[in-house]
């Protein structure tokens, strides 16, 4: 091993060299996959060493091809015999999806007005995205901005952000972005979806409107005056995580009314059911509305889900475990 695999990378070089985002890092970091050679204790920044590229290069590769994080973990910790023949049977079970997610995008560039930046972005994830967030979006005619869901285009990322302030969603999606000045707009829940999920969706905007472009069709948004909740000091200003666990996402039962989820270090159970489920920290029982619950979780993105539970009485974290890009924050009720 050389000078050069021990040198010491920060997380947002590490995450360039092995094409994982730094929000897929900290993920993996958080349920044991790929452990930082050194983390600050003062900063609490991670840091990587190049020896622990090949390990990230092959969860990635992994997760590409939708295998679980159970069967990752299984993969990695066995002899290469076995991980060859897990990835094989995993192959032959999605080989439809993983021809699929090979595919290559095509990308756009339409440049609408030069004082905003236009950002393009897959358009089945685009509808993906909207599909997911505006699951929590408001109903109530009381708060008519949390109608609508937020949209934020900043460089290279387009943000869509709903509440209705028992959830809060919200997915980050990579873009590609033309020259010109950072955005948001608020656009109302049903005039997102109006455009062919195929291609590349374009989203530019003016100082009074916003329009999606797909397939050479364009869409003017509707959109909702108000000010939107600024999310991101709500989710900073979350309690620390007393109990973490990595969950199937089909935990939830169907039925409506309370239900009670029990989690500890003998495990998990919902409803006095056991959940097949990997939970570290304190022992903690917590209380959520069957209903809003299920919707938060169906809109998960992959099938696996990470819960960090604070508190009975704190927004519980929803986190997708696909690449930490879809975040769900789901407030508990009265026992």
Known sequence: MTDSDQEFLTIGVFARASGLTPSALRFYDDCGLLVPASIDAKSGYRYYTRAQAKRAN?????REIGMPLDTVASALDGDGAAAVEMVDRHVEELAAHARAAAEAAVSIRRLFDEKYCTATVSAAEFASAVQQVAS?????????????????????TVTLTATDRYRLSTRS??????????????????????????????LTATEDAMVLESEGVQHTVDLVDGDFPDWRTIVDGLAPTATRVVVQRDFVPLDSGTLRIDAGPDGLTVEGVVVPARVTGSETTVFFDAAVLQAAVASAVGPDLMLDIAAPDQPMLVRSAVDGALTTLVMPVLG
Do not use: H, M
Request: charged share 10%; glycine share 14%; hydrophobic share 45%.
């Open 58 to 62: 092959i969860i990635r590769q992994l």
């Open 136 to 156: 929590a979006a408001g109903t109530s005619e009381e708060f008519p901005v949390l109608r609508g869901v937020l949209v934020e285009v900043d460089g290279g």
């Open 173 to 202: 999606l990579v873009a590609q972005s033309s020259p010109g000045a950072s955005w948001s707009r608020i656009a109302a829940v049903g005039s997102l979806g109006s455009l062919p999920a195929s291609g590349n969706c374009a």
